[in-house]
């Protein structure tokens, strides 16, 4: 069964940056579309990008231009880089997986994820 390990939490104060970190095991990531979520306390859950199989992203407004998600083929890693961190990013962040197909398959992304990793905490000071 698909695995996801997330890394890469922390605490920044306002402007910094984070890095985190989606480690696929038993699929390579060409094969799934993959996403990142966050859950501030008392919110519900929002996604924050989306990457399909050949690795092109969507962003949430909120995030646009100050994310970035990248697949790793090599590493089979899925990263999502932060900067310009704002207290309004603090949250758990989670990286989602969908089913896996075939390497680079071209069709859309499923609206739902499969699989789900821990949970990473990302918390953003004034």
């Known amino acids: 069964q698909l695995q996801l390990v997330e890394s890469g939490g922390g605490s920044v104060q306002a402007g910094g940056s984070l890095r985190l970190s989606c480690t696929v095991s038993v699929y390579r990531v060409s094969a799934v579309c993959m996403g990142w979520f966050r859950q501030a306390p008392g919110k519900e859950r929002e996604e924050v990008a989306r990457?399909?199989?050949?690795?092109?992203?969507s962003y949430a407004d909120a995030v646009k231009g100050r994310f970035s998600a990248s697949k790793d083929n090599h590493e089979n890693t899925l990263y999502l880089q932060m900067d310009r961190l704002k207290p309004e990013d603090t949250a758990m962040y989670y990286c989602?997986?969908?089913?896996?197909?075939?390497?680079?398959?071209?069709?859309?992304?499923?609206?739902?994820?499969?699989?789900w990793g821990q949970g990473t905490q990302v918390t953003v000071s004034s």
């Open positions: 990457t399909d199989r050949p690795g092109r992203t």
């Open positions: 989602a997986s969908s089913l896996p197909t075939y390497d680079w398959d071209p069709r859309p992304c499923p609206e739902r994820f499969t699989y």
